[in-house]
Structure formats: structure tokens, C-alpha cells
């Protein structure tokens, strides 16, 4: 495990603490996502997703280069996944797919869904894999409710799509080397020979394609794609490239990472609606302990959770500033509030459940069926 700084921590399995998110930019070497990067998505696609406008999404490795080969034709493909681990699927993990949504449609490219459902169990994260099972089930329903291209996404378990992975992984694996792999994941002494395996396995669906993969993940993966830019090119393969995250804060502050453990401060994607109107009205806030103070003096929105998730879930960029004026001003109640945000959050949840009606039939389809997953099943790892 590695700490940064004051206390935090940032690694795959582990994050803790307030994260410094310059001071990670910095540690892992990754560059920030500028206002001109920006304005190039937007002449690409003519349109920014809030995600990126907001710095959401605030760091890349390469993303430019992956741009520059569009511009000129080529093309990229889109990789993210999702560990089971305990607990549903929350507003955590929908971030990066509610993106690599946008993404796909923006650019109109392929895209791979890992479902690693070994990983958790490998970091000891859960105590069977029986567990984790149970878990793999929720997760493919909830992702095939949130519409992705069926004919140009592939979404595969890891122990269920192995023989095609694993010609792959022994090639990746041989070219890690323990001490580097120690030094970038921080393995302890009592870390699983599993778990010290399991990167070569998330870096295969790099290598699905012969053109660039682009990744947007949240930050704590930056690892992963460090080894797979040590040794692609070594391999015939391109470099990936990445669009980082910040982590999305809890509602019971707006530092941190959102977590299952602390099912209050967390939306699941599967609360009824009155578990997620008790959860977002005992939000925490920046406001002030009385009415008449809030009209007095105004709250602070810069630290409070409730205008964080605004900032993910309010797509309109006028509306989010009038939050924020009216919150300094006193002339917004945090009462208020949290009711616009418990509209923006249904929204979210009532577009997965009436999605949800076709789940089965669109799960199949990325799953097996569609053009993308139907190739996927006859894909082999070519290498010398
Ligand atoms: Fe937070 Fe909204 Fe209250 Fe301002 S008005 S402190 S943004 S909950």
C-alpha cells in the first residue's frame, strides 16, 4: 500500500483519506486535461460532456495522441470495467459508464466491458467467490440498462471469457517483472500470488485491437496502464491511452471516495426511491444551522457534498452556477437544495429502470449476440 502526502492514500484496492489530486498528478506522471483538449473534443463531436467541462475527468495519458489519430481517420476503441465486489452497484460506479457512454456515441467507436470476477476475491476484498457471483449477476443487468451501442460493445466475465485472455496474459506476464510490479502496485508480503498475476489479465483487452484503446477510469487505475505503455509497443500493440477521474465523493462530506461500506453517505443503484429521498435529505452540507442564517450569511459550496453531486448530475452549466450564486447569496435553502438534487439522482435511477425492461434482451446482445460480442468469441491473441 503507498501514501501520499498528508495521510492519503491512492492505490487499485485502497483509497484513503482527503486526496491531493495535484499531488497525484504529479506522483503518477500523467498529464492534466486542458481547456484546448477540450475545444478539440468539441470541434471532433461538437459537444463536451459536463464530465470533462467540470473536471470530472481532469487527467490523461496521451488522450491527445488518441485525438490526433482521429482527426486523421483512424480510429480508437473504448476499455473500462467494473470489479464486483460487496454491496450493488452505486453512483460511483456509474460515473465512468454514464462517460463511456457519451464516449461511445461521441466518437462512435467499439468498446469492451471487463467484469474482472476474480479481482475482489484475489485482494480479499470478499470472502468468497460465491459472493462475488451473486454480485456479477446485478452488474451485468444494471450495465445493460444504460445503453450502450449493442452491435459495438463486448462485455465479458473474466472467468467465464478466459481461454481467449489467457494466451495473452502469459505474454504480458512475462514481460512484468515482480520488482516493478511491487514497485507500482505496492504487493506486501501477505499480498496473493493471485492478485500479483491478476495485471496481466487487465491489461489484455489493450490488445483486443491493433489500434490505440482509450480508457477513462477513475485515477487509482493509473497503475494498470503504466505497465501496459512499458511494454505494448515491445509486443506489437499500441500504448493505452487514458481520461482519469477523481474519485465521486460520498454525501457525508466532499472529500474522499464514495463507498459501499458506508451504505448511508452511498446511492445504489438499486434504493427505492424513498431510501434515496432519506439519503440525499440527510446529505451533508456547507449551509448554515438556521433559515435566517442561511439568508444571512450564505453557505459554502465549494465544500459541501450536496453541490458536488450537482456538479455530476446537473447537466446545465447556468443552472449549476445559480446554484452556486444562490447558495453564497442566502437565497437558496438547503432544503431546496437537496430536493433539486433528489429530481437530477431519479432521473438517473428512472432512466435505468425503465431500461431495465429490456435488459435481458440488450445483455444477451453485448454479451453474445451482437456483431462486436459475436467476433469477440471467435477472437485469438496473435503473437509470435
Ligand atoms: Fe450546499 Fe445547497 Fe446548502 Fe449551498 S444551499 S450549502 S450548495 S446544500
Redesign the pocket.
Known amino acids: 500500500m503507498k501514501a501520499f502526502g498528508n495521510g492519503f492514500v491512492v492505490t487499485p484496492w485502497e483509497v484513503e483519506g482527503e486526496v491531493d489530486y495535484e499531488k497525484l498528478l504529479a506522483y503518477f506522471g500523467v498529464d492534466r486535461i486542458t481547456d484546448e483538449m477540450l475545444g478539440r473534443v468539441e470541434r471532433l463531436v461538437g459537444d463536451v460532456h459536463p464530465f470533462l467541462r467540470r473536471q470530472i475527468f481532469y487527467a490523461h495519458r496521451d488522450f491527445n495522441v488518441a485525438l490526433d489519430e482521429y482527426s486523421s481517420g483512424g480510429r480508437f476503441f473504448l476499455y473500462t470495467g467494473i470489479a464486483p465486489s460487496k454491496g450493488p452497484m452505486h453512483f460511483g460506479h456509474l460515473v465512468p459508464f454514464l462517460f463511456t457512454r457519451w464516449l461511445q456515441k461521441a466518437f462512435n467507436v467499439n468498446l469492451y466491458i471487463m467484469v474482472p470476477d476474480e479481482e475482489k476475491y484475489l485482494a480479499k476484498k470478499v470472502d468468497s467467490l460465491r459472493a462475488v457471483d451473486e454480485r456479477v449477476a446485478d452488474v451485468e443487468r444494471i450495465i445493460s440498462a444504460l445503453g450502450f451501442d449493442p452491435d459495438r460493445t463486448f462485455l465479458f466475465r473474466d472467468r467465464e471469457y478466459i481461454a481467449h485472455l489467457y494466451d495473452a496474459a502469459v505474454v504480458v506476464a512475462r514481460r512484468i517483472n515482480y520488482s516493478v510490479a511491487r514497485a507500482v502496485f505496492g504487493f506486501r508480503g501477505d499480498t496473493s500470488i493471485g492478485l500479483v498475476f491478476y495485471p496481466a489479465l487487465q491489461i489484455v483487452p489493450t490488445l483486443f485491437e491493433r489500434s490505440r484503446s482509450v480508457i477513462p477510469c477513475a485515477i487509482d487505475q493509473d497503475p494498470y496502464w503504466r505497465i501496459q505503455r512499458d511494454i505494448a509497443e515491445k509486443i506489437g500493440y499500441k500504448k493505452a491511452s487514458t481520461i482519469l477521474s477523481k474519485f465521486m465523493p460520498g454525501l457525508d462530506g466532499p472529500s474522499g471516495k464514495m463507498s459501499a461500506s458506508k451504505p448511508d453517505s452511498t446511492i445504489f443503484v438499486t434504493d427505492d426511491p424513498e431510501t434515496v429521498r432519506r439519503k440525499i435529505m440527510n446529505a451533508y452540507?456547507?449551509?448554515q444551522p438556521t433559515v435566517a442564517e442561511?439568508r444571512e450569511k450564505g453557505?459554502?459550496?465549494d465544500t459541501?457534498s450536496?453541490?458536488k453531486w450537482?456538479s455530476l448530475f446537473t447537466p446545465d452549466d447556468e443552472e449549476l452556477v445559480d446554484?452556486?450564486s444562490?447558495?453564497r447569496a442566502g437565497n437558496?435553502?438547503?432544503g431546496d437544495?437537496?430536493l433539486r438534487l433528489l429530481k437530477r439522482v431519479q432521473g438517473v435511477l428512472d432512466e435505468i429502470r425503465e431500461n431495465q425492461k429490456n435488459a435481458e434482451r440488450n445483455l444477451k446482445m453485448i454479451k453474445y449476440e451482437g456483431e462486436l460480442a459475436t467476433r469477440m468469441w471467435d477472437w485469438k491473441f496473435e503473437y509470435d
Open positions: 452540507t456547507s449551509g442561511q453557505g459554502n459550496p459541501c450536496v453541490y450537482h446554484i452556486f444562490d447558495c437558496l435553502l438547503c437544495c437537496k
